[in-house]
């Protein structure tokens, strides 16, 4: 009786666990092309300085 209890209580311990690392729950390809998707978003963006130079130069 105990083994079976013991057994029992292995089997659900072991549904627990999780094989993504990362806690978001997405896989490591996942995440790869996310910090892709950033990088190149990144590398596109435009600094908030450069928005208001470019605007006061149109305004004259």
Known sequence: ???AAA???LAL???CGSTAADP???SATE???LN???AM???NSVSAE???ANQAGEAK
């Open 41 to 43: 978003l990144d590398a």
């Open 7 to 9: 057994l029992v209580l």
């Open 1 to 3: 009786m105990k083994a």
């Open 50 to 52: 450069a928005v208001g």
């Open 36 to 38: 892709d998707a950033a």
């Open 13 to 15: 311990l072991g549904g």
């Open 31 to 33: 995440a790869s092309q």
């Open 24 to 26: 978001s729950g997405v």
